[in-house]
């Protein structure tokens, strides 16, 4: 294998295991001889996962966003091949295997990553651009069904491995995020925003404005938490997502069912000013409190997502803080998603972000991460807290629940 270890401090941070990625890298180029036969020239790929930092439930009304690109990864060993199809084995699934001549949606790939393939490579023939066939193999560390978009992950590799093999990385990570949006849209068959994508795409901690939905604005920033003392952590509470779609679904129905009240598609047209002034009339109007106070949190989180932007550019780590609490609180209060009200004996979120505080104090905060109702909470710990909120948050849900994140800098990319 080639020496990639230069790299690792851009895809891992300062606190990588050089022994553990080294034999994950060979361990993964093994499993690819193993799969597909020896191979003289073989690629290394790597997209990492991304974590919600402000802008709780935002996007999908045209909001604001602040996302960064995580630690964890799906890395990937590929091989050409010389016809059209695209071969995919990723850990723990079956093969995919798809001839992308024909770039037809198939109604019964729905639901399946064969779909993204085809999708993706559909895509970038929309664009005047090539495909070809590949035969590839993937293992991940991107945790699922923790927010931290593990499905969009493999969607940006796919099209990455595309972009690179067959176009000399003419596209830049926003359009390989749009190319993947389209993919799950259009070929998967679910509808998503391209916050996810654009997370996993791009490196670093990006600021997204989705006024334009179709060319959103990205704005980077030069962000260590570390040089402050502080390390963001994940909190896997291990709670049920089953039964949950009308949960999810009822955040951006709702916020649409207020902003169809002033004869808009979306919240984004709205000022808080003119929802205040009309707030009584709402109420009456459509008979749903819920949706006025998600209406309230989305326009909040919108101002909240600014100032926090300006926090970070200006280094006011204390005001920064200050909105990540405010926006938990906000979600919690208003937006509603901390507990399922379908289900309200189990609470695991609450109970977390109960404990955090208890052990936080002052000292640092804590708030509900991505989509909510079960998964995960967000906390910034400072060092010295560091280790008695790992250990007091695993023996609440388990060892393993608890999870470092870093910062990784490199956008999605090969390495060799």
Known sequence: MKDISHLYQGLYGTNFDKKDMDARFESLLKEHERQFGAKKDVALFSTAGRTEIAGNHTDHNLGLVITGTINLDTIAAVSLRDDSRVILKSEGFPVDDVDISDLEIKENEKNTTSSLIRGIAAAFKQRGLKTGGFEANTTTRVLKGSGLSSSAA???LIAEIFNNLFNDDKLPPVELA???QYAENVYFGK???????IGCANGGIVGIDFKDAKNPEVTALDVNF?????????VDTKGNHADLTGEYAAVPAEMKMVASYFGKA????VSLEEFIAKMADIRKEINNDR???????YLCENERVKAMLQALENKDFDAYLKGVQDSGN???RFLQNVYASSAPFEQGLSIGIALSESILKDKGVVRVHGGGFAGTIQAYVPDDLLNEYITKMDNLFGKGSATILAIRSLPTCRLC
Do not use: C, W
């Open 191 to 197: 509808p998503s925003g391209l916050m996810d994508q």
């Open 154 to 156: 493999i969607e940006v």
């Open 330 to 332: 906000s979600s919690f």
């Open 291 to 297: 949706a006025v106070l998600r209406t309230y949190h």
């Open 266 to 269: 979306v919240l984004r047209d």
């Open 226 to 234: 570390k040089d402050y003392g502080y390390n963001l952590v994940i």
């Open 178 to 180: 749009k190319i993947s």
